[in-house]
């Protein structure tokens, strides 16, 4: 069995000092004050500031983002679609948009969906409705239909690569603070 990593022990979500065990609904950082509850140790990996406004920034986007999909597909009226096309095309966006609020989740420990399964069905499962729209749709909407392939294919390809990717930058990121804390703090003394 391998060891534990020392970005698996309770560490100040804020500074990213070593709690020591933690018995308290809540813990103050010996280093930076800061309370740490438990909750948020078990579901957060970071509070930092920057990473905090970053995670604010991409969620607004998202929002806007989906809410200008969904009233695009609302509103158009291309004909030759099906009411199920239209619905697919309200619907679709709904779908998209909790997956990316997910992803830019960036401060959260774990992701709400497992990654390694659900990116991989999203990104496949727009290869099956997009065919049958391609068979069902007049020729100008058959390049959509294939650039939505494309897209659907790529995201379930990449996810579970990006999010190994991302999960080890995170730890890389922990440890950094962690030894440039005890770095300063053997300064000091």
Request: net charge positive.
């Amino acid at each position: 069995m391998r060891p534990k990593p020392a970005y698996a022990s309770p560490y100040c979500l804020h500074c990213y000092a070593p709690l020591g065990e933690v018995q308290a609904p809540s813990t103050h950082c010996a280093v930076c004050g800061h309370a740490n509850l438990v909750v948020d140790l078990r579901r957060l990996w970071t509070r930092e500031k920057r990473l905090r406004e970053l995670e604010h920034l991409l969620k607004v986007i998202v929002a806007l983002f989906i809410g200008a999909i969904s009233l695009a597909a609302l509103f158009s009226r291309q004909s030759g679609m099906s009411a199920a096309g239209h619905g697919m095309g309200v619907g679709a966006p709904i779908l998209l948009g909790l997956l990316l609020w997910d992803a830019v989740s960036i401060t959260q420990r774990e992701s709400l969906f497992r990654g390694s399964i659900v990116w991989p069905i999203v990104g496949w499962a727009f290869v099956v409705p997009a065919t049958a729209l391609a068979l069902a749709v007049p020729l100008p909407m058959v390049r959509w239909i294939a650039g939505a392939v494309a897209l659907g294919s790529l995201a379930g390809i990449l996810s579970p690569l990006t999010r190994r990717r991302w999960i080890a930058w995170r730890e890389r990121h922990v440890l950094a603070g962690q030894q440039a804390l005890a770095s300063s703090t053997a300064a000091a003394s």
